[in-house]
């Protein structure tokens, strides 16, 4: 089965700082999806970026971006210029490719950020 | 505009009743799922459902329930053999394109009193 693992239950960050959110997950497969996800604090689920194992360039979306080192099963998330609207929960995921696949979710890393 | 809906967002259920959220999609989604948020446990799947008729368990659905009678609609029910119900329950959707990961509801918050 895949797990995904994140090992930082909380982070903090200055407004205008940079930040990274590590994530590493196990799987047999060689084709999958990663994606990380944000729940602010209205607990609405927001998806931020997402990276195909297939696909060696990293994935960024504007101030945010991934490094993907499928070799190492990592997946981390780097936050640019941290605005307080960054201040969530964030949840990295796992989907495998083929049919009737889910998401399976980390336990989640909080970010706080300061002013 | 498209999109999940949630309801309650709070609902209170006395030990021992059985209680049932609703989940409803206007996305034409194929697939459908429930998991539940504890502090510190992330997101557990409960169910989910590919297609209308047909639903598959998930990780932790022992004391739960649910339906698929419409593409639309996937509602769950907590059942009073659910040891520790209280919890935050998201419901979401997908197309089989695994790409495009989920689309969450607002989540249903509930209290067992």
């Known amino acids: 089965a895949q797990t995904v693992t994140q090992s930082q239950p909380e982070m903090s960050v200055q407004e205008a700082e940079t930040v990274t959110l590590s994530c590493t997950y196990d799987?047999?497969?060689?084709?999958?999806?990663l994606f990380w996800y944000k729940q602010p604090p209205s607990r609405q689920m927001i998806l931020v970026i997402r990276?195909?194992?297939?696909?060696?360039q990293n994935a960024t979306e504007n101030r945010f971006s991934v490094n993907f080192q499928k070799a190492a099963k990592s997946f981390s998330l780097k936050i640019s210029d941290s605005q307080l609207g960054d201040a969530a929960m964030y949840f990295c995921?796992?989907?495998?490719?083929?049919?009737?696949?889910?998401?399976?979710f980390g336990t989640g890393t909080r970010l706080q950020v300061t002013l | 505009d498209g999109g999940i809906t949630q309801s309650p967002k709070y609902l209170f259920r006395k030990e021992g009743q059985n209680v049932t959220l609703s989940c409803e999609q206007n996305?034409?989604?194929?697939?459908m799922y429930w998991y539940r948020q504890d502090p510190g446990q992330g997101l557990r799947l409960i169910y989910y459902?590919?297609?209308?008729?047909?639903?598959q368990k998930g990780d932790i659905a022992e004391g739960y329930s649910v339906s698929r009678e419409k593409k639309e609609s996937f509602p769950l029910t907590v059942t009073s053999a659910q040891k520790n119900p209280t919890a935050f329950y998201l419901c979401?959707?997908?197309?089989?394109?695994?790409?495009?990961?989920?689309?969450f509801g607002s989540g249903t918050r509930l209290t067992v009193v």
């Open positions: 996305l034409n989604h194929d697939a």
């Open positions: 990276q195909e194992a297939y696909k060696q």
């Open positions: 459902s590919q297609i209308v008729n047909d639903f």
């Open positions: 995921a796992y989907r495998r490719t083929g049919t009737a696949s889910k998401l399976t």
């Open positions: 979401a959707s997908s197309i089989d394109e695994q790409y495009y990961g989920y689309t």
């Open positions: 799987t047999s497969e060689s084709d999958y999806y």
